[in-house]
């Protein structure tokens, strides 16, 4: 149990252009997910808390109009890169907290998105 | 939340334990100790936490000291599929974010 899943794995695409990437919780109810980004050699770095139904909570830094996330659902949050630029190249992370436990995060295979 | 300091790096053979040490002397009352490991390109996996005494799954044992300043992860039995870099990290739990630091890279030898 507990699996969350992602999609794509990777994808390329051209500056300018925008990336949907989406996170899935696919056994269990998730009212809190959280994306995170990894740049080689270095550790993951929290962009955002996503809550189902309200607006996420972006860590200082993160610009929210560049990255757009949105949580409809208690089993999809979904996280788009607007206008991506090479420096956007990076591995994207989101994890989900099942609804009503408090102590485990389960984190998806992560997305691998290069921008060219 | 508190910060963590560990180790860059340790090895050790494999069948054998595999003793990851982690610092988080700031550590509040309320602040569990979570540890999760990250396999090469692939999300972080959740290994166990505490708060204050130990605790043993099929994974690993969490030692975590009467102080509750420093802790130890325990893999008993290390196998090469255990090579990863190891997160050590402090939080609250319910419903907050996970700060991740540069963690441990644990590299297991035939």
């Known amino acids: 149990g507990a699996v969350v899943s992602q999609h794509p794995s990777w994808v390329i695409c051209k500056s300018g252009t925008s990336v949907k990437i989406e996170c899935r919780s696919l056994d269990f109810q998730a009212t809190t997910m959280f994306w995170y980004r990894q740049f080689p050699k270095q550790s993951l770095m929290l962009m955002a808390t996503s809550n189902e139904g309200s607006k996420a909570t972006y860590e200082q830094g993160v610009e929210k109009d560049k990255f757009l996330i949105n949580h409809a659902s208690l089993t999809l949050s979904t996280l788009t890169v607007t206008s991506a630029h090479p420096e956007d190249s990076s591995f994207y992370i989101c994890?989900?907290?099942?609804?009503?436990?408090?102590?485990?995060?389960?984190f998806g295979p992560g997305t691998r998105l290069t921008v060219t | 939340d508190a910060k963590t300091t560990q180790p860059p790096s340790m090895d050790c053979a494999e069948g054998r334990a595999a003793n990851l040490p982690c610092n988080h002397s700031t550590i509040s009352g309320n602040e569990y100790v979570y540890w999760y490991r990250q396999i090469h390109s692939q999300g972080p996996q959740y290994i166990i936490h505490g708060l204050k005494n130990n605790e043993t799954n099929e994974m690993a044992s969490l030692i975590i000291t009467e102080d509750r300043k420093s802790s130890t992860l325990i893999l008993p039995h290390a196998t090469l599929r255990d090579t990863a870099v190891y997160y050590c990290i402090v939080s609250t739990g319910a419903n907050s974010k996970l700060t991740f630091g540069k963690g441990i890279t644990l590299s297991v030898r035939p």
């Open positions: 994890s989900a907290r099942e609804t009503g436990e408090s102590y485990e995060q389960y």
